[in-house]
């Protein structure tokens, strides 16, 4: 199976495009806008540990953050670092969640790519009390459901007067370049 998801996380760009997201209407920049913050592991899909340490929201009119994800199936680990975080979505189904969109470059396991990225963050509760989620796709085809957290917290911050977003708010296509929400797994 690692063999799968090497071939998946080395292939840049393959599926770019290919993806397609829900309805625009499904998911929009939250108003106010807030942001999250999280960092922590999860369990691959192979049952790798996954490193992620990310943040994200509007500030002063613009999308701000950034997004660490190391996965360590490959040697060298395969490192997911943004450089450009383009949009910060909310979906009304899930209400503690975040989806943090940009571009980024991945070093390790095959080599050095640039990728877009969509990452989903969710808080449900304090560390030990709730279930907090992490997920990531790339626009490679590389896919980390959204499963719950082993170690680590997220926490989902109330807005106030310096997070603001664009406006107009840009669409969840315009935001995220066709990715999809991580997939929920439970």
Not at 34 to 53: E, V, Y
Not at 88 to 105: K, Q, S, T
């Amino acid at each position: 199976m690692r063999r799968t998801i090497f071939m998946l996380f080395a292939i840049p760009l393959m599926l770019a495009g290919t993806l397609t997201s829900g309805p625009a209407s499904a998911h929009f920049v939250p108003a106010p806008c807030d942001f999250i913050t999280g960092g922590g592991f999860i369990f691959g899909n192979s049952g790798q540990f996954i490193n992620f340490g990310a943040h994200g929201g509007c500030k002063n009119g613009q999308f701000w953050g950034h997004v660490n994800v190391l996965d360590h199936s490959y040697n060298p680990p395969a490192h997911l670092r943004s450089t450009n975080i383009t949009g910060y979505l909310m979906d009304p189904a899930f209400p503690n969640a975040r989806d943090i969109c940009g571009e980024g470059v991945v070093d390790g396991g095959a080599g050095s790519f640039t990728v877009t990225f969509r990452v989903r963050m969710e808080d449900n509760g304090e560390p030990g009390v709730g279930v907090d989620r992490f997920g990531v796709r790339l626009s490679n085809g590389y896919l980390q459901s959204t499963r719950i957290i082993s170690g680590g917290n997220i926490q989902l911050h109330k807005s106030n007067p310096s997070t603001t977003g664009p406006s107009p708010a840009p669409t969840e296509a315009q935001m995220c370049g066709g990715l999809a929400t991580p997939e929920q797994a439970f």
